[in-house]
């Protein structure tokens, strides 16, 4: 009775965004930690999250339906009547930011996880996902968004990490979203998305890809150059952008790029999980005059 609601919510993308968002409020919190705020802040992220996916599923229930991985989804074959799953995304939106805000008493969390929810079922599933080729891009930033406010939850500013986290994990998404692309592409083409692998083919994709991962290593460099992460992070942060960047560029002699594109994607995956694990245990104390915005 219960499973039409939990794979409404998308699991797998509610964990992985759980993941990022304890990574940034561990990397704030710089080894002083509030684990019942901790756990709260990730739960409350969590909701709205899965709230977001809701309403994702909803809006796409036709496209849906013609594709073969997303074709048996709830929406698409009627198990929960859209009443119920619009009041179910309602629910869960308001107790997650309802949630955030009472474990931290701060509204900055809240407006951060509000702009990442607007811009994902908005910006992105309403208004570009259908229409443009860049709307991968525009759906980075909400993406991009747990670990930021996992990290302004335990460090109550918006500073130099905060907007670092910002432009690494939304660079992160583009390399992940169009290795899906490309061994997802008979769906897309099928629904009629246009993603940037489908539209301008596959050597456009792959150049896009290895820049992408390029800036992203530059930026995941930054948290230890601004003196927010020690010599550990900086090792796995080069360490796995390298990998990265080198199984990127194999992708132009890769015989099969199905299976190419899964193994980017897949280590797309494993990367940001050490990553997030490194900045959690790997932290120094915030360097003076760099913060951008205080509370």
């Known amino acids: 009775m219960y499973r039409p609601y939990l794979q409404l919510t998308k699991p797998g993308i509610v964990m992985g965004n759980m993941i990022s968002v304890t990574g940034g409020f561990l990397l704030a919190s710089r080894g002083d930690i509030n684990w019942t705020r901790g756990c709260l802040v990730a739960l409350g992220v969590a909701l709205v999250i899965a709230s977001g996916c809701v309403v994702n599923n909803i809006v796409d229930r036709d496209i849906d339906g013609l594709m073969a991985r997303t074709r048996n989804r709830p929406m698409v074959t009627g198990a929960v009547p859209m009443p119920l799953a619009l009041l179910y995304a309602c629910v869960l939106g308001l107790a997650g930011a309802g949630l955030l805000y009472a474990a931290t008493r701060q509204v900055m969390p809240v407006a951060l996880v509000t702009i990442g929810y607007a811009v994902y079922v908005g910006a992105y599933t309403l208004c570009l996902k259908r229409s443009s080729v860049h709307g991968t891009l525009v759906g980075s930033i909400s993406g991009a968004m747990p670990p930021v406010v996992g990290y302004c939850a335990a460090s109550g500013r918006f500073d130099a990490a905060a907007l670092t986290l910002l432009v690494m994990f939304s660079l992160w998404q583009m390399p992940h979203s169009y290795a899906i692309a490309i061994f997802r592409a008979a769906d897309y083409r099928a629904a009629a998305i246009p993603v940037l692998p489908v539209v301008r083919g596959l050597p456009a994709a ?75 245990v790997d932290f120094y104390r915030a360097p003076s005059g760099v913060t951008l915005q205080g509370q």
């Open 206 to 280: 792959r150049r896009h890809i290895v820049a992408y991962i390029a800036a992203f290593t530059g930026a995941t460099l930054m948290l230890g150059v601004l003196g927010y992460t020690g010599w550990l992070y900086m090792l796995a942060a080069l360490a796995s952008g390298i990998y990265w960047f080198r199984l990127g560029l194999a992708g132009r002699t890769a015989g099969d790029q199905r299976r190419w594109a899964r193994k980017l994607f897949f280590a797309s995956i494993a990367i940001i999980t050490v990553l997030s694990f490194a900045m959690s």
